[in-house]
C-alpha cells in the first residue's frame, strides 16, 4: 500500500538513494545524512540524529518517501526490502527503531517482529508497525507479536513524528537503565572481590578461606578424593617491623604472598589467613605429596632474598600440614586445627621446618610433653581476623 504522497511535499529534502546489488548481503540502503529541517517547531530533538532508524517494507517508493521524511527530522535511516534482509541486518547492527510494513511477501512484519522480540540477544528495540487502516485484526496480531507501537496506512506524518519521538524516548530511558544495571554489577562485583580479598597480598582473606574450606572439604568427602591444607607462618617476622619498619613488613609479606601463589597449583587456594600466617588448600593432594610441596616452598622461601626500600632481608617460614582422609579428621574445622597444631610443632621444635600431623615428629613431640608441665600453647591461628592490613 502505497504511503500517503504528502511526503513528497515541499520542504523535504529528498536523498539519493542507492541500492545495494551485492547479493549475499542484506538489500540495506544507506542514504547520504540529510540536514535536518530548520524552522524551530520542527526541530528535532537535540539527540535525534544518534538514532538510526530502520525501515522495512517491500514497495520501494514507501521507503523512498518515508527515508526522506525521517531524514529531514534529522534520523539516519537504513531500508531493508523484505523480512529476511530485515531479520539478517537487525542481527547484524542492531537500529534503535524499525519501522515496519506488516504486509511483506513470504515473511510477514508479523512475523519479523515475533522472531525480532524473541531474539534475547537483541537489545530493546521499539517496532513500529505500519497496517492498513481497516485492518483492527493486522494491529492486534502485530502488538501481539511484540510491536511496540502501531501507525496507519496512508500515513500521516505529524502522527509518525510524535509516535518516533514517544518510541524513542523510551528507547533512551531503556538504555540509561541497561547502563545503570551495568553499573550496579560492576560495583557489586568489585564489593564482592573487596570482601573475599586482602588488600596487602591480594590473596584470599580469612573470611573467604573458611567458606573455601568448608566446600573444598565437602567436595572432597563427596568424591572420596584426598585434601591438603598447609599452614605457613613466617619466623620472628616481629622482628622484621621492629628492625626494619613496618613498610619493610609489609612489603615481605607481599612478597611471600607472590612466592606461595608462584608455587601453587591454579587448583589450589592461597590466601592470608592472619597477620603473617598463610594458608594453602590443596584439592586432590595425599598428605606425603602436601608435604613435600611445602618442603619445596620452605627451600624456596629460605633461599629468598626479600627486598625493601632501603635494603634487603633473609627470612624462614615454618609449616604445619594435615589432610584428609585421617581417622581424627572429620570435618574441616578439624583440618585446620590438625594443621595449626602441626604449625606449633614446627615452631616448638627449631622453625624453618615443615610438620605433619600425627607423623612421627609430632607424635614424639606430643609424647615429651605428656606429663610434663607443658607451657599454654600459643595462638599461631592468627586471632587478629578481619583485614589485618588495615591495622
Ligand atoms: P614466630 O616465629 O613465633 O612466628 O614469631 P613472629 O615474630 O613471626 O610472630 P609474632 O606473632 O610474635 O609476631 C607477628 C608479627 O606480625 C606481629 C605483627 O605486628 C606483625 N604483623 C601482622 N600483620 C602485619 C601486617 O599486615 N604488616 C606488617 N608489617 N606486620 C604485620
Ligand atoms: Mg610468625
Ligand atoms: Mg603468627
Redesign the pocket.
Known sequence: MPVDEQAGHAGVVAAKLTTATDASAPAVVRSAAVAPVTDSAQRPLKSEGHFRILVVDDHEDNIEVLRVRLESWGYGTDACYNGHDALAYVEKTPPDLILLDVMMPEISGIEVARRIKGNKALPFIPIIMQTALDSTEDKVEGLEAGADDYITKPIDFAELKARLRSMLRIKRLQEALEEREKELLEVNERLRFMSQTDA?TGLDNRRHLNERIDEMFQHAQRLNEPFSLVMC?????????DTYG??A??EV?KQLAKILKDEAREIDRVGRYG??EFMLLLPGTVLDAAVTFAERVRKRIEGHTFTFDGGTLQRTA?FGVSGWPHPSIDASDALVRTADDALYVA?ETG?NRVTRYDGDEFKAHQSSKDGADAAPRPD?SAS?AGD??Q?
Open positions: 596487602l607462618d613466617l619466623d620472628k617476622f616481629k622482628s622484621v617491623n613496618h613498610q613488613g609489609d609479606l597477620g603473617e615454618s615452631k622453625r599461631f587478629d589485618p592490613s591495622r
